[in-house]
């Protein structure tokens, strides 16, 4: 049976701190694909297209010491499965979405909990014949990918329950998310050791396995209420506290007043009618779908998830590049050299992972710059202004002007990633590692503040959804970009790079445009202060008038109208 949401309420913090960890080893795990890749390929997946393509010699490379051969089909393969996988990971959110507002996050999590460890299942039972059953790795990275968004977008809504503490937890869940890519780098250390593969795939599927007890024991059925939700009260308890004087014998009793936060039970179904028919009565998601900052949001999204996906899908043969300059038939000693910098640089790339949990925060702080000196939304502009208090800033204009500036500084990291990815020089291609994750950790944050200052609160999830989805779909073209580069261009990644710096140009776009819309509603607020000052000015003036007919009234009333005699 599920807990009710009060007994939830009370392990908030039980669950807050195992969400984050869940998050950090069950979630976005396949964004870690370049130390996944070597594992598979060192298991043997799909190696066996290399023997019979064995006749061409320029298209494979075989290591000595009885390791399995590698070669251009092999990699189109596996990078296949990638691209379906990082699919699965971003176009999820929106049925997600709906679901979770119909049935809440405990059977969302079950689900994805369930999935995950059937991927980690399947992955170790492939990895018993390889050759026969080397299609399973598409499943598994399709469950991986699907299960690990469902633990993802059922956590962001349990913040709700921290109230002043909301966004902290928020950004910890979303830095953990992002930083689980680190989780296969630290498997590969594993493997390097001698550790199994298959041995480590199933005892991954028995850790999965105690996220489903832990979701099944603590997460209620219903749905996580924000702060302000008429479901969360404050109780008011008194204590008394007896005293007794050592030297009279005296005992006094002081009442101590203890004040604690609760969850209370859900509306009433007369308040959910009301609310259900605001709801309705709002601005019409066709309307926000169609706005041009959603469009331009869903444009930039799209092309800077294509950038950072090819680069993480395409790393390993970009190093090979850089170390081979494209020689097509390189010597022992320089294979050798291949692997062992592909597995370096592999690692250094999944370590920078965990500088998700420190820049996301950071990306916060810019969305809520200056928001503690704005006006509270929905206040009366005469009763909120005074002559002795300073103007406050208007919430709607400051968040717009947060995420202007937040879209500038993500998009100018991004070219940035795009001109340092051009330099033929692998050490300084560690620059472009650390680029690329914080990226990757602000881009999602930026079009969760632009949709929270623009859209109204019940579009959030929707557009949120509707963006993932066109932004994965776009996505897939990396694997014929991938395809593209292994073959035609001979694994040189530089014209695919030159075109996607291009297209990230594009990017600055949408700040301009919300410049362009920041300054519509600045004009708005402008003419809507003049005619509040009016207004005022003139009910002043009809004060004044009223004053002084009550002084005149007052004055000449006591006057008799005759006298007698």
Known sequence: MAPSLRQAYRRRWWMAVTSIVENLFFSAVLLGWASL????????????????????????????GGRWPSCVEQEEMLNLGFTIGSFFLSAATLP?????????????????????????????????????????????????????????????????????????ILSLMIGSYASSAVTFLGIKLIYDLGVSFRLIMWVWTGLACIVILNCFLNWPGESFPAPEDTRYTKTMRINGVVTEDRMTGDRYITNVMIMEDTVSPKPQESEKRHSESASNAAVPICQSVCSPIFLWSVLVMAITQLRLIFFMGAMNKMIEFLVTHGDPNPGLELRKEVEDQVSFYSSIFGTMQLLCLVTCPMIGYIMDWRMKECEEEHVNISTSKSKSSPPKRDRKIQKLSNAIRAFIFTNFLLVMFGVISLIDNLPIQVLSFALHTVVRGFIHSCCGGLYAAVYPANHFGTLTGFQSTISAAFALLQQPLFILMVGYLGGNPYWINIGLLIFSLVGFLLPCYLFYHRRGLIREKAQLDVIAARQSEKENKDLIQSDCEDEGSSKYGNIPNGHTG
């Open 96 to 168: 997600l979405g709906i679901l979770m507002d119909k049935f809440g996050p405990r059977p969302i999590r079950l689900i994805g909990s369930s999935c995950f460890a059937a991927s980690c299942a399947m992955m170790a039972a492939a990895a018993y014949d390889p050759e026969a059953l080397s299609v399973l790795i598409f499943f598994a990275v399709s469950f991986n990918g699907f299960g690990g968004i469902c633990l993802t977008f059922t956590s962001l809504t349990l913040p709700n329950m921290f109230g002043n503490v909301r966004s902290t």
């Open 37 to 64: 890749l070597i594992m598979l390929k060192d298991e043997g997946f799909y190696s066996h297209l290399c023997v019979e393509n064995e006749t061409f010699a320029t298209n494979r490379s075989l290591v000595e």
